[in-house]
């Protein structure tokens, strides 16, 4: 043993080993970490391509769904006359079966119209398309009446004295107002 070295304390050589040693130790970790972090890596990508993958597939059906919305109401708008224009199609053949009789008495004709009017309110009712045709008496409504003329009376003021036209809704929205005389009060 050299003499300035004492049993106790490392030798050069055994250090130099032992850092050799803990340094392939730590490149044999370092190597380790590293497959492990490349394993992770690989992994990842994998997830996130399938991610992709699914997330273009969302992208895709989405259009497909909007695309195919759109085409329903495209057809929803072009046809939605269709019930109402079928239900009309026999008050128009009754028509024509009336004007093309010739020489029939004036009874017949009377007969004959008001079965296609009765044809006519069916085909209209069947569609939601409902009268407003209101009683004597009835209170003035603005979203349902149109008042043409006030009369003075003796009864309430703003109540329905006579209809000059029917008004007519469907599905509580009105087409037409029902065009009515309507009390004032009385100023005698």
Known sequence: ???????????PQDAAADAQSAGQD?????????????????????????????????????QNTRRRADEDISKARKYAVESFAESLL????SLEAGLATRDAPVEVIREGAEA?????????????????DPAPGTRFD????QAISVVPAA??????????????????RVLRPALVTVTSPDKS
């Not at 190597?31 to 273009?56: C, F, M, P, V």
């Open 155 to 172: 009864q309430e003021p703003n109540t329905v004295v006579g209809v000059l036209q029917k008004g007519y809704s469907i599905a509580d």
């Open 90 to 93: 026999p008050v128009a053949d």
């Open 26 to 62: 730590n490149i044999a970790g370092s190597a380790l970490d590293s497959a492990e972090l490349q394993a992770r890596l690989a992994e990842l990508q994998a997830k996130n391509a399938e991610i992709g993958e699914q997330y273009l597939r969302a992208q895709a059906e989405m």
């Open 142 to 145: 603005p979203h349902r009446h």
């Open 116 to 132: 296609t009017l009765r044809q006519l309110k069916s085909a209209l009712e069947r569609n939601k398309v409902i009268e407003i």
């Open 1 to 11: 043993m050299p003499e300035n070295q004492t049993p106790e304390s490392p030798q």
